[in-house]
């Protein structure tokens, strides 16, 4: 069998044989005197093809005349090409699920409630509506760029293309060295759940079973990794919502406290603060604290442009953007608002050592409704959520450096992909989730635990600081090429202000973000934790600016926006699937709308 790593070979480029009547050859004539001619082949439908598969030999195509990107020198020789293309097998309800499932996970369930002990009810409310702004403007930006360049792992490849190869590179590996670290989160947490209900099992027995299980999950082809992320991801959404019904009803005076209302904004306060004995400057700096958790929790917004190269409807891309974005807001401003009326920011609780899940507010909230059975069952679902978030994050993590591979800022063994599923990328991903074990041990655990948030949460808002940064250069290179944003398939609401607007403030989250470090005393261990993003970034980006030698910013008549968009172009992209409702009523149709 021979594949082909051009794109416009593996995806559904062409409508009919009939495009190739002029030139075609039998199948039968195999050319056995000329090695260099190797047969170009198509898969009917799913864009790859196996031994059971029957392929069309179309033109020949003469290897002498290859520019040798498409082809390298031992293929040539072999007479054979690698499979080097992921598929477009993913439905919008499915692109969407997936980016829900990496964001809703430990960041709401676990990590909400140090921002809570931290900042108080109104403190952790505003600084989640805040970053939700930032995060709203990130993801019209992105959506605007991925839809007119639908490409795999779009935030390795934009760098590159609008601001310079250097950065391009360093940001490339800070992003999968992002995913990567938080996989290794998520897989942390499992057995701190677990013991919630028996602790007779060591905590290394979990991490590894679970490590094996969503390890093996990430190897199966993209369309089923797509319908059980969406089984997974579903569970969560209706957690959430069923939650947010009970706070309503506890708000309201279900529960055994009575009518909560706004009774712990008043006592204790709606604001707590850290560290300064100025009752002013710590409530601000709690505030600043917040961030870490908040940007950690809305981390994965982004994702859909990650499976970009994977949809097979070119609109899904825009729709995911704007209703994953929605909903992220619905469910954590909807849920810190009803935890900051149903936890006080000084129960003890929220300051655990015991496990992080002990410390989790949703769960102290149902155990102070006075109903027994309620916090196992939502154990039961955080832990369902946190698998969910976990396989996501290994499935992106997989996917940004299989696009390294392709553009060649990652050795080219990690494009190399079987089935679509680059088999490689998932490999090395996936040892990175062993760092979980360093939450076995003693007193050590939430620390350990501490340190891994903090190392994901400043690369992921470094990617947002960059995606803000291409969509500025992005736009001047449309208006350079005299490109009207009319004939954009997807504009940004939040338009050039709002990447400006998150590029302002998320400069200064990245710089002020480990303070803590700093005061009351310096912490060596504590600013490696805060900072090591950083680090790494710098240390990549100074590192390829010595190897490749190249420019340190991208003119913008350099800019490139054709190169990706002259394959995509070429694409049959499948039509809009239809909706599986039809109604008239308009409250339903607007139910549909949000969680369709």
């Known amino acids: 069998n021979i594949t082909s790593n051009d794109s416009s070979l593996e995806m559904k480029s062409f409508g009919s044989t009939e495009n190739f009547s002029q030139g075609s050859t039998s199948k039968n004539n195999k050319n056995n005197n000329n090695p260099q001619v190797l047969k170009k082949v198509t898969k009917k439908e799913q864009g790859y093809f196996d031994e059971h598969d029957d392929i069309d030999v179309k033109q020949p195509i003469n290897l002498d005349d290859s520019d040798g990107d498409n082809v390298s020198d031992h293929e040539a020789q072999t007479g054979t090409v690698e499979e080097t293309q992921v598929k477009r097998a993913l439905k919008s309800r499915h692109l969407q699920m997936i980016a829900l499932g990496g964001t809703l996970g430990t960041g709401l369930f676990v990590g909400s409630g140090s921002a809570l002990s931290n900042s108080g009810p109104v403190g952790c409310l505003i600084a989640y509506t805040f970053m939700a702004s930032i995060v709203l403007c990130i993801c019209q930006a992105l959506g605007e760029m991925s839809t007119f360049i639908p490409v795999s792992s779009a935030l390795t490849v934009f760098p590159g293309k609008f601001l310079s190869k250097s950065i391009g590179f360093s940001n490339s590996w800070l992003y999968f060295f992002n995913w990567a670290i938080t996989y290794a989160v998520e897989i942390s947490v499992i057995p701190q759940l677990i013991d919630y209900w028996n602790d007779d099992v060591p905590m290394w027995v979990w991490i590894l079973i679970f490590w094996i299980i969503i390890t093996a999950a990430n190897f199966a082809k993209v369309s089923i990794y797509g319908e059980v992320e969406f089984v997974l991801a579903s569970i969560k959404v209706l957690a959430i919502i069923g939650f947010l019904i009970f706070a309503l009803c506890m708000v309201c005076g279900a529960g055994a406290d009575g009518a909560v209302g706004f009774r712990y904004w008043r006592n204790p306060g709606p604001f707590n603060g850290i560290i300064s004995k100025d009752p002013n400057t ?109 396989n996501s994050d290994l499935m992106v993590g997989s996917r940004v450096l299989y696009s390294m591979g392709l553009n060649k800022t990652a050795p080219h063994i990690f494009s190399k992909t079987r089935y679509g599923v680059p088999m490689y990328a998932v490999g090395l991903t996936s040892i990175f989730g062993l760092l979980g074990f360093l939450v076995v041990g003693g007193n050590s655990a939430n620390q350990a635990f501490d340190w891994l948030l903090n190392i994901s949460a400043l690369a992921g808002t ?111 992209w499948e039509e809009d699937e239809k909706p599986r409702y039809d109604t008239k009523n308009r409250i339903m149709k607007f139910f549909y709308s949000v969680l369709d």
């Open 282 to 390: 710590a409530k601000f700096l709690g505030f600043v604290s917040t961030f870490v958790y908040s940007a950690f929790s809305y981390q994965g917004a982004e994702m859909s442009s990650v499976l970009s190269g994977e949809v097979k409807n070119r609109k899904a891309i825009s729709r995911a953007f704007n209703k994953v974005f929605f909903r992220l807001a619905l469910f954590y401003i909807g849920s810190i608002f009803f935890i900051s009326m149903l936890v006080p920011y000084n129960d003890p609780r929220l300051s655990s050592t015991e496990s992080e899940i002990a410390s989790s507010p949703f769960v102290i909230a149902m155990q102070r409704s006075g109903v027994k059975v309620l916090p196992s069952i939502f154990n039961a679902i955080v832990l369902t959520a946190v698998i969910s978030a976990a």
């Open 462 to 572: 470094i990617q947002w600081f960059f995606i803000s940064l291409c969509h500025i250069r992005f736009r001047a290179a449309l208006s350079y090429k005299g490109i009207p944003l009319s004939d954009l398939l997807f504009t940004a609401r939040t338009g050039l202000w709002g990447s400006y607007y998150s590029l302002f403030f998320l400069t200064i989250i990245i710089f002020v973000q480990g303070f803590q470090a700093f005061s009351p005393k310096f912490n060596v261990s504590d600013f490696f934790a805060a900072y090591i993003s950083m680090i790494v970034w710098a240390v990549a980006y100074i590192g390829s600016q010595l190897y490749y030698r190249c420019k340190l910013w991208l003119s913008v008549e350099e800019i490139d926006i054709d190169s990706d968009r002259r394959a995509i172009d070429e694409t049959v």
